[in-house]
């Protein structure tokens, strides 16, 4: 029998916040210990820097182009996960019963990401989508993110949402459906505004938080102090502590159900390293590097060949094949493509191109992890030409392969 399987998306998590990968401070002592007993991907790689550019491409296994972080990118997400089978469409076809539970407005019904699921809790009702579009639409700036985060505080609304608020009832859709289950739960803890519960905020007051929270999200507007941006990191590694716990009351409480586990990131998160702050507009590790690990499948490894979360859907199918080993060839790459809407990067296992639209620059990850002496100075045109050819290779048999298929279609009409 196949066997049961849990997702877990977590917002806005860099790698190298995470004490399973090097991270100096305990942020995931539970997760530690099943990086330990399982499979870890030591160079995870998010297709995009924010939710939007991500989360569709990790659905689907098909990268996504184009799309802007904002309500006018619904009905391109909308239309990319129509036209490809998204994971839980997967797992039903093969007998599933599916459930997703995600506080976050970017994978809600609104964008398509209910498609395959059995039950699709988003916790915004029709009205609320119809007020973020509008507001979403007309008011742009630090102003409307600051108004939203003091409403959302006010109001319990989607951004301020913990897994606390509905972790009894995502355990009572579990013990509700049947055998095989695939249950995905997206987690916003880690995403600014960056409020974690008290015994996690490091002995920082309530006060303290919400000031350096609303000053943050300011940061880039002017140039902050170190100790705001200290404050702030230990507000955001308080969150990942909050994420554990999670994972150790859901590992507790489907200990009967014995499922597979797979927990990553959608993206990560920047705190000034190269002048932002935030998500969304870059492409260097701290944006994009992610964490990816397997548990509970009978599988223990480090692997250090990079990987896309657009593999995402491979993986998950594999698992649920019963199989006790993982082919890493069909999953890792010599290198992976991340990108957004102006940018694009090409990541190895120690390097990684960058392209701005101005021009490539070379980053060598292993003498200088924090990409801090770019080499825009190397001739890499020749390189990056080749790649971008595969790309459009790549495309273009994709497209002659879906034409294919639908003249197919039309014949056996």
Partial sequence: MSRNIVLVT????????????????????????????????????????????????????????????????????????????????????????????????????????DRGFDRFEDFLDTSARLRSAIVSRWLRGRFVAGLRFGLNLVGRGDVSMTWEDYYEELIESVAATNDPFFLWVFLLEPHWPYRPPDRHRNGISATSMYRANWTSSNFSDRTPTGESVQTVRSLYDGTIRHVDEFVRRLTDDLSEANPIYVFHADHGEAFGEHGSFGHGSHLYEENVHVPLVVWNAGVRERIEEPVSLRVLPFLLEELASSSRTLDRSRFTRPRVRTSTAQKAAVRGQDWKLLHDGAGVAFSDLVADPEELNLQSGVDLSDVWDSLESTRRLTNSERERIAGTAREIEVAEL
């Fill in 10 to 113: 977590v917002d806005s998590l860099r790698a190298d916040h995470c004490s399973f990968m090097g991270y100096e401070r305990e942020t995931t002592p539970i997760l530690d210990a099943m990086a330990t007993e399982g499979v870890v991907f030591e160079n995870a790689i998010a297709p995009g820097p924010s939710t939007p550019e991500s989360m569709p491409a990790v659905f689907t296994g098909e990268g996504i182009a184009d799309v802007h972080h904002g309500v006018a990118s619904r009905d391109h997400i909308r239309d990319h996960l129509s036209r490809g089978r998204t994971v839980p469409e997967r797992l039903s076809a093969t007998g599933y019963s599916t459930i997703g539970f995600t506080p976050n407005p970017f994978t809600s019904r609104y964008f398509g990401f």
